[in-house]
Structure formats: structure tokens, C-alpha cells
């Protein structure tokens, strides 16, 4: 395989699986039967992959092997014009990609500042509408916002357990230092009535 059609394929294939996100390369490999070890070669750029294996990588993403050599090309020719419809992990679209998803209406959000006082906060109601309303959106924002929630409520769930098992621990210190008190006052008469004998 000529080394630039090589270096195509990669290109797309990297491309696709970060627009896929977190569990993308592992998603890919369960999906299409293909050994993890091989497909990890192949995203590392150490192996070209087999016409088997490169067909099933397009399939996956609904594209055809010449639409991922051409997003490969575009990649590498530094184009800012790419872009992967969301709704389905192919059909490459001519739309700006933006490498900050954190752009708005042209303006930068910056999520470690808060609202100054004088700005309205929008109510949990508020707030969960404009989540729906991009979750149920055919962009790019849809696919992050669903990962970003799907990480918080993780990262909130695991919290929460933490939090119970730490309660858990300490309920069993307790215990343990009762039982030990416990146990050290019943020897201790054992012990006085030992040394009197």
C-alpha cells in the first residue's frame, strides 16, 4: 500500500474516533470483530491494517474506504472545513470544525467563571430545557454535551458512593473501637483476679 494512502487512512481514522470520543478505539473493535492489539497498531501508525480491517474501520463509520482516503487528504492538507455529522458516524459535511466546542454565538464560554451578581441565573427548568434542546440537536454539540453528562453523572455517582463508603468505614471504626473497649474491660477483671491469685 502506497505509504500516502497509508498515511490517508490514518489520518481519517484518528480523525473519526476523536470526533467518536472516550471508548471510541475500543467501541470500533468490539463492533467489527477486530483484535484491540491490531487496531491499536493500526491508530498508533505502526501497521497499515489489512483491506479486511480497513473495510470493516469504513464501515463502521458508514463511509466508503474513497470517502476516508478523501477526509484523510483534507485532514492533511490542513483544511478547516471538516466536519462529522454527529447523528451518524460517517457523512462527511463541508461545515467550519471547530476545535473549541466551547464557542458560542462567537463568544468564548468560559465555564471557571460564574455569573456576576447583577446577571440572571437560569432556573434547574431553564436549564435542563437547553440541555434537551441540544441533546436532541444534529450537530457536534449533541455528541459532547452527551458525553460531558454522561462523564458528570459518573464522576457524581462515584461521589456519592465514595461518600457512603467512607460513612460505611467509620461506622465500622466505631464498632471496631467498641468491641475493642469492650473486650479490654472483660480482661481487664480476669487479668486483676490473675495477679491477686
Known amino acids: 500500500m502506497d505509504q500516502s494512502i497509508s498515511n490517508q487512512f490514518h489520518a481519517a481514522l484518528s480523525y473519526l474516533l476523536t470526533q467518536e470520543g472516550r471508548g471510541a478505539q475500543s467501541r470500533l473493535a468490539g463492533q467489527q470483530n477486530i483484535d484491540r492489539g491490531y487496531l491499536n497498531a493500526i491508530v498508533k501508525g505502526r501497521k497499515p491494517g489489512s483491506e479486511e480491517v480497513r473495510a470493516k474501520i469504513t464501515s ?75 441533546l436532541e440537536s444534529d450537530t457536534p454539540y449533541s455528541t459532547v454535551l452527551a458525553e460531558l453528562v454522561d462523564a458528570l453523572h459518573e464522576a457524581v455517582s462515584t461521589k456519592k458512593e465514595n461518600l457512603a463508603l467512607r460513612n460505611q468505614m467509620k461506622e465500622m471504626d466505631a464498632r471496631i473501637a467498641n468491641l475493642e473497649k469492650r473486650l479490654a474491660d472483660k480482661k481487664d477483671p480476669v487479668q486483676r483476679v490473675q495477679k491477686s491469685a
Open 60 to 134: 463502521y463509520f458508514n463511509m466508503t474506504y474513497e470517502d476516508m482516503l478523501a477526509l484523510g487528504r483534507r485532514i492533511l492538507g490542513g483544511e478547516e472545513d471538516i466536519i462529522i455529522s454527529a447523528g451518524n458516524r460517517g457523512g462527511v459535511h463541508k461545515t467550519p470544525m471547530r476545535t473549541d466546542m466551547a464557542k458560542s454565538e462567537g463568544r468564548a464560554i468560559d465555564s471557571k467563571s460564574p455569573l456576576k451578581s447583577g446577571e440572571n441565573q437560569p432556573s434547574i427548568s431553564e436549564k435542563i430545557m437547553k440541555v434537551v434542546e441540544i
